[in-house]
């Protein structure tokens, strides 16, 4: 690949990014509330103006329908009507209506809590002007709610497109901002190869981003785009990796045997899967370079046992292994595990999380610094520049999908100065093969697939959810059988998209009402020690129902829970659905996963509600969620280890992970050669800035 250019002013460089790395408030009328709106829109902590130019449309509107209106039904469409007449709402409940006409046929405006001034102002008896806005029918008559004026979009016919709802933001004025957002892209120099762009037909970077919000057809700017989301992500690898591979790392053996008699104390045996597992870590260890490895396993076949024996070898040489986990949850269910293990071992294992009282964090950080505690359980706090290890030797990070490269990076350099600690990273959930090398090419990887002996196979079942009281009067019956459940919805609380959907919230107030305090709830937007004190007491017995969101999906370990309700089933994708089915079948007791589904099912969401029954081989499911979904809804909320992407989707856009594999070596190399800054650090500022996966660990609510 020719080299590109360098950039030579720093200043020039770093100005060059200023409008699009600027806060979404620097746009005109954004204040905090605004603000706020659409950071819960695009589910981050703070918007930059770069988010928004980067948000592409998800619809466009159909300006093509003409006058006939049952041909437009149920589509987002543009339309020219005649007012004819306002009906003011009678009652505080209903609607105001503005009663058009599209050629001869009538059609009602509604709006809810609007006010009549306003409206009448807005749309003058007996004029004419054009709307967006999706057509439905109530009692006979064709309505649109809430339409918005296409002569505030300023697009013409044939160029609009729809980027969906804010709640709090009115869609004319959403659409205002990304436009403000967009206009203030910069010209940039170009980071791809001239070649590469002519090959594959693809626009320059802003030409790239007027175009698709031109249209949503434009798929030679979509893919352009979609590549330099993943050309950025393998450039973060590659600079992960070289800076890693630079270093040496500390040869680890278990001379002492400490392996050999932890497994040896185990009341049941390792699978043959587990065993090789171990058995191509020790050999990874043993050399005196990094070890990169990925171990990725079905759902309960036994990552944690694999990963102990990893620490216990590092132990065993009189180094130190930490173990990270992205919840506060997680870490004290890893470190009661591994403190029961290991303590007739003689081998002590102490717990580091932010929440930790001021002399138990004392304690914890002299006990590493000094060495005289071998292994760690803990969640971000492992990475602070305060915790120092006196010779960390090895890092397992479980659910790694969870943080950032620069994390991961920084935790493997607290090894002694001039060395990088043993990496063992652990997967939620099997990852397709097709996506392995492009995505995890950088390291080898072990799979478990078997299951350890006993466990017993979980029964699914598929219900309607008009019985639903069946289901809770099952619920009841186990409940008094001293049983254990968990309750999954798929949403906190109801909004006008799915106002049909009985959210988290209520669910709970309707089983409390049914099962007193045995009943809690936990989800991700409540403060996370309450949410952790609920399931702390779901694990002791305390609560015996838990409605939940898929807070829960991964982690969770209680063997007395016997039956997982899962509501709304066809929305969410097969591996996800798999992830929650296994919180249950962890004990001595038959376990049941019931999905509840909404009737009529599309033909795809029957056709993975139906697979999900016929089996619990994870590595399967992964694999057929991905062909009937995409490699972006494996897991659906992020638990398939993908980066987020915006533009890219892997199933069609496949080659392009090949292609930035190569291109990313290329700049790797030639970085080496010359260290001076190219237009290619431009696209991985944007993309840190853009994206959780390469700046710090954006741990999504649910």
């Known amino acids: 690949m020719k080299q590109s250019p360098t950039i030579d002013d720093e200043r020039e460089w770093q100005d060059r990014l200023d409008p699009l790395l600027a806060p979404v408030t620097s746009l005109d009328g954004v204040g905090p509330k605004t603000a706020a709106a659409l950071a819960r829109r695009l589910r981050r902590d703070a918007v930059r103006c770069i988010d928004l130019v980067l948000l592409a449309p998800n619809g466009k509107i159909d300006t093509t329908s003409g006058d006939d209106l049952a041909l437009a039904t149920g589509r987002l469409v543009c339309l020219e009507v005649e007012i004819l007449a306002h009906r003011p709402a009678r009652t505080s409940r209903m609607p105001y209506v503005v009663v058009a006409k599209v050629g001869e046929t009538e059609l009602d405006l509604i709006f809810f809590r609007a006010r009549p001034k306003w409206l009448a102002e807005r749309y003058p008896l007996d004029t004419r002007c054009r709307i967006i806005g999706r057509i439905g029918i109530y009692r006979d008559r064709y309505r649109v709610a809430h339409p918005t004026l296409a002569s505030e979009t300023e697009a013409g016919p044939g160029s609009l497109v729809s980027y969906g709802t804010v709640e709090g933001i009115p869609r004319s004025r959403f659409n205002a901002l990304i436009r403000q957002a967009v206009n203030r892209t910069p010209e940039l120099p170009e980071w791809l190869d001239a070649g590469l762009l002519a090959k594959h037909g693809w626009p320059g970077w802003r030409e790239a981003i007027l175009t698709l919000h031109a249209t949503n057809t434009a798929e030679a700017a979509r893919r352009r785009l979609a590549f330099d989301e993943i050309l950025a992500f393998q450039l973060e690898l590659e600079s992960s990796r070289r800076t890693i591979e630079q270093l040496p790392a500390m040869s680890l053996c278990d001379e002492q045997g400490l392996q050999r008699a932890f497994l040896s104390r185990l009341p049941f045996v390792p699978t043959n899967d587990q065993l090789r597992a171990i058995q191509e870590i020790e050999a990874d260890l043993a050399k005196e370079r990094p070890m990169g490895r990925l171990l990725q396993g079905d759902v309960g076949s036994g990552k944690t046992l694999v990963a102990a024996c990893a620490m216990l070898t590092a132990a065993a040489c009189g180094a130190q292994a930490a173990l990270m986990a992205p919840t506060e949850l997680l870490a004290r269910q890893h470190h009661r595990t591994l403190s029961q293990w290991f303590e007739p071992l003689g081998v002590e294992v102490v717990l580091a999380t932010g929440s930790e009282t001021l002399g138990a964090r004392r304690q914890f950080t002299q006990a590493l610094a000094s060495g005289n505690v071998k292994l760690a359980v803990g969640t971000h706090a492992l990475f602070q520049d305060k915790l120092i290890f006196k010779n960390l030797a090895l890092v397992v990070i479980d659910e790694q999908h969870r943080f950032g490269v620069e994390q991961r990076q920084r935790l493997i350099l607290k090894a002694r100065a001039g060395r990088a600690a043993h990496l063992l990273a652990m997967s939620?959930?099997?990852?397709?093969?097709?996506?392995?090398?492009?995505?995890?090419?950088?390291?080898?990887?072990?799979?478990?697939?078997?299951?350890?002996?006993?466990?017993?196979?979980?029964?699914?079942?598929?219900?309607?959810?008009?019985?639903?009281?069946?289901?809770?009067?099952?619920?009841?019956?186990?409940?008094?059988?001293?049983?254990?459940?968990?309750?999954?919805?798929?949403?906190?609380?109801?909004?006008?998209?799915?106002?049909?959907?009985?959210?988290?919230?209520?669910?709970?107030?309707?089983?409390?009402?049914?099962?007193?305090?045995?009943?809690?709830?936990?989800?991700?937007?409540?403060?996370?020690?309450?949410?952790?004190?609920?399931?702390?007491?779901?694990?002791?017995?305390?609560?015996?129902?838990?409605?939940?969101?898929?807070?829960?999906?991964?982690?969770?370990?209680?063997?007395?829970?016997?039956?997982?309700?899962?509501?709304?089933?066809?929305?969410?994708?097969?591996?996800?659905?798999?992830?929650?089915?296994?919180?249950?079948?962890?004990?001595?007791?038959?376990?049941?996963?019931?999905?509840?589904?909404?009737?009529?099912?599309?033909?795809?969401?029957?056709?993975?509600?139906?697979?999900?029954?016929?089996?619990?081989?994870?590595?399967?499911?992964?694999?057929?969620?991905?062909?009937?979904?995409?490699?972006?809804?494996?897991?659906?909320?992020?638990?398939?280890?993908?980066?987020?992407?915006?533009?890219?989707?892997?199933?069609?856009?496949?080659?392009?992970?090949a292609l930035s594999s190569v291109v990313a070596a290329s700049a790797a190399k030639g970085r080496r050669e010359n260290s001076a800054r190219r237009p290619l650090d431009l696209l991985v500022l944007l993309h840190r800035a853009l994206n959780a996966w390469a700046a710090s660990a954006n741990i999504i609510k649910v």
């Open 428 to 657: 939620a959930t099997p990852i397709p093969r097709t996506l392995l090398l492009g995505l995890y090419g950088d390291m080898t990887v072990s799979s478990l697939r078997q299951k350890p002996p006993g466990r017993l196979p979980v029964k699914t079942r598929l219900i309607a959810a008009d019985r639903q009281d069946e289901v809770m009067a099952s619920c009841g019956r186990a409940l008094a059988n001293g049983e254990r459940i968990y309750w999954i919805c798929p949403l906190i609380e109801t909004d006008e998209v799915s106002a049909s959907q009985d959210a988290a919230i209520q669910r709970f107030a309707t089983l409390a009402l049914l099962f007193g305090e045995r009943v809690g709830i936990a989800h991700g937007r409540q403060e996370a020690s309450e949410r952790e004190a609920q399931l702390r007491a779901f694990a002791a017995g305390d609560i015996q129902l838990l409605v939940a969101t898929t807070v829960v999906e991964v982690g969770v370990d209680v063997s007395e829970a016997t039956i997982i309700v899962i509501e709304s089933a066809e929305r969410f994708g097969m591996a996800q659905l798999h992830q929650l089915r296994g919180r249950v079948g962890r004990g001595v007791r038959p376990s049941f996963c019931l999905l509840l589904y909404n009737a009529p099912l599309s033909f795809s969401a029957r056709q993975r509600l139906q697979a999900l029954r016929q089996t619990e081989d994870g590595f399967a499911i992964a694999e057929k969620d991905m062909n009937l979904r995409g490699p972006g809804d494996i897991l659906g909320l992020r638990q398939s280890g993908l980066p987020e992407f915006r533009m890219a989707d892997l199933k069609k856009d496949a080659d392009l992970l």
